[in-house]
C-alpha cells in the first residue's frame, strides 16, 4: 500500500470513525477480496465513498463528481491519496466509462459506484434511473457487490450537523455473479438494482430505536424546506439548535432524539419533502427569488472563477442572476442541473459550467426541474 494512502487510511480510523458506531456485516462476500467486481451503493450521506471503501482491502477506485477536484485539498485527496474516476453528474462521459474499463481490466481493481450521484437530501433514495449502470454491468459483466447503508443520513445529513456517535450500518453482499448477467436483460438488472438500493432511514430506525442526538439537528435544513406545513408559507422556515420555525406563524416543530420530528400530523423529513414537492406546481406560477455566489468552472485548469455576488431570480423561461454582469440564461438549453454539496447548484449552459453557493437550493432546482419538464 502507498504511504500516502496508509496515512489516510489511519487518518480514517483514527479521527473520522471515531465519530459514529460503525455495524459492518457481510453475506456471501469477502471484504479482502482480490478479484475485481463492481461494489454498487446507496447514498444517504456525503462522505459514504470514504467509509464504504475504508473497510475494502484493496480499496475500489471511486467513481467521484468532477466538481470536487476544482477544490485544491479534494483534488489532492482524489489523485495522491487514492487513485478516482471523475464523473459529471447529471451526464454521460465517455471518458469516466474508460477510467471504469481501465480500472477492471487493465488495473485489476474494482470500482465503487453510487448511482443515485447526489446524498439524500431527506433521508430515503434518490428518485434516479439506474438504466446506464444496468447498461454498464451488462456489458463488463463483471460481479456485482452491493453496500447497503442504513443509518447514514440520520448520522450525518448532507445539509447538517453529525449526530453524535450515531449508528451507521454497512451490509456488503454479492448482488450479482459475472456468470449470472449473460442471463440477465438490462431492464432486470435494472429493477434488482433499483429495488436492492431502495432505503429509508426513518423506517430502518422505527424498527431499531437508535439514538441520534445532538444540539444542532435542526439547522441547515432550511436550505431544504422551502414550505410551512403549518401555514404554507413559502421560503419561511428558520432553524435554531434542534428547533424549527417560521418566520410567519412561529414554531413549527423540533427534531428529537432519534432523529424524528415532533408534533405535527408526519415524523420525518422524507415525508415534509415529499409535501412540499407536491406545491411546486403553485410556486412556480411566480417568479422565485434567491441570493448566492456564483462560479464559473475552468475544467481545463480545474478551478472556480469567482464571479461575485448574484441576486437570483428565475421563471417560467429565464435563470437570471444580477450581480457585477447579469447573466440571463434560458431554461431550455439549461442542461445537468443538480446539487452538488450542501448547497451548491451547478449546470451547464452552452458551452459553460456555472456553479452557485445559493441560499435556497432546493426550491430553486425543483422549480427548474418543473419547467423543464422533469418532475
Known amino acids: 500500500m502507498p504511504m500516502v494512502t496508509a496515512v489516510a487510511r489511519t487518518f480514517v480510523k483514527w479521527f473520522v470513525m471515531s465519530k459514529y458506531r460503525f455495524v459492518i456485516t457481510t453475506d456471501h462476500f469477502d471484504l479482502r477480496e482480490k478479484e475485481p467486481y463492481f461494489l454498487i451503493a446507496n447514498h444517504p450521506s456525503e462522505l459514504d465513498p470514504v467509509y464504504?471503501?475504508?473497510?475494502?482491502?484493496?480499496?475500489?477506485y471511486p467513481v467521484a463528481n468532477i466538481m470536487?477536484?476544482?477544490?485544491?485539498?479534494?483534488?489532492?485527496?482524489?489523485?495522491?491519496?487514492?487513485?478516482?474516476?471523475?464523473?459529471?453528474?447529471?451526464?454521460?462521459?465517455?471518458?469516466?466509462?474508460?477510467?471504469?474499463?481501465?480500472?477492471?481490466?487493465?488495473?485489476?481493481?474494482?470500482?465503487m459506484l453510487f448511482p443515485e450521484g447526489n446524498a439524500s437530501f431527506f433521508g430515503e433514495q434518490t428518485d434516479v434511473s439506474y438504466l446506464s449502470t444496468a447498461k454498464l454491468v451488462k456489458?463488463?459483466?463483471?460481479?456485482?457487490?452491493?453496500?447497503?447503508?442504513?443509518?447514514?443520513?440520520?448520522?450525518?445529513?448532507?445539509?447538517?450537523?453529525?449526530?453524535?456517535?450515531?449508528?451507521?450500518?454497512?451490509h456488503y453482499y454479492?448482488?450479482?455473479?459475472?456468470?449470472?448477467?449473460?442471463?440477465?436483460?438490462?431492464?432486470?438488472?435494472?429493477?434488482?438494482?433499483?429495488?436492492?438500493?431502495?432505503?429509508?432511514?426513518?423506517?430502518?430506525?422505527?424498527?431499531?430505536?437508535?439514538?441520534?442526538?445532538?444540539?444542532?439537528?435542526?439547522?441547515?435544513v432550511e436550505h431544504y424546506l422551502y414550505w410551512c406545513p403549518k401555514c404554507e408559507a413559502i421560503q419561511s422556515i428558520t432553524t435554531k439548535g434542534n428547533e424549527i420555525s417560521c418566520r410567519t406563524c412561529g414554531s413549527v416543530t423540533r427534531v428529537d432524539d432519534h432523529g424524528f420530528l415532533?408534533?405535527?400530523?408526519?415524523?420525518?423529513?422524507?415525508?415534509?419533502?415529499?409535501?412540499?414537492?407536491?406545491?411546486?406546481?403553485v410556486i412556480a406560477k411566480r417568479p422565485c427569488h434567491s441570493e448566492g455566489v456564483l462560479y464559473k468552472i475552468d475544467f481545463d485548469r480545474m478551478r472556480r472563477i469567482?464571479?461575485?455576488?448574484?441576486?437570483?431570480?428565475?421563471?417560467?423561461?429565464?435563470?437570471?442572476?444580477?450581480?457585477?454582469?447579469?447573466?440571463?440564461?434560458?431554461?431550455?438549453?439549461?442542461?445537468?442541473?443538480?446539487?452538488?454539496?450542501?448547497?451548491?447548484?451547478?449546470?451547464?449552459?452552452?458551452?459553460?459550467?456555472?456553479?452557485?453557493?445559493?441560499?435556497d437550493p432546493k426550491l430553486i432546482l425543483d422549480v427548474i426541474d418543473y419547467h423543464k419538464g422533469e418532475q
Open 52 to 60: 464504504v471503501a475504508y473497510y475494502l482491502k484493496p480499496y475500489p
Open 68 to 111: 470536487l477536484y476544482t477544490k485544491p485539498m479534494l483534488k489532492f485527496a482524489l489523485t495522491r491519496l487514492i487513485r478516482s474516476i471523475p464523473k459529471r453528474k447529471g451526464q454521460s462521459d465517455m471518458r469516466t466509462i474508460r477510467g471504469i474499463v481501465n480500472a477492471l481490466k487493465k488495473d485489476k481493481r474494482s470500482v
Open 139 to 170: 456489458k463488463l459483466k463483471q460481479d456485482v457487490v452491493v453496500a447497503k447503508i442504513d443509518g447514514g443520513f440520520l448520522a450525518k445529513p448532507r445539509w447538517g450537523h453529525r449526530a453524535k456517535r450515531g449508528h451507521y450500518h454497512i
Open 174 to 220: 454479492r448482488l450479482l455473479k459475472s456468470s449470472e448477467i449473460e442471463s440477465c436483460s438490462v431492464p432486470e438488472i435494472e429493477d434488482l438494482l433499483a429495488k436492492n438500493l431502495a432505503f429509508n432511514d426513518y423506517d430502518w430506525n422505527r424498527r431499531m430505536r437508535y439514538p441520534y442526538v445532538g444540539k444542532k439537528r435542526a439547522e441547515g
Open 262 to 281: 415532533e408534533n405535527l400530523p408526519f415524523d420525518d423529513f422524507v415525508s415534509w419533502g415529499r409535501l412540499q414537492s407536491k406545491k411546486i406546481p
Open 306 to 359: 469567482n464571479l461575485g455576488h448574484v441576486d437570483v431570480t428565475l421563471d417560467s423561461r429565464n435563470l437570471v442572476m444580477s450581480g457585477e454582469k447579469t447573466y440571463s440564461l434560458a431554461l431550455s438549453r439549461l442542461e445537468g442541473t443538480v446539487i452538488t454539496r450542501k448547497n451548491f447548484l451547478s449546470f451547464d449552459y452552452e458551452d459553460n459550467t456555472y456553479y452557485i453557493e445559493i441560499k
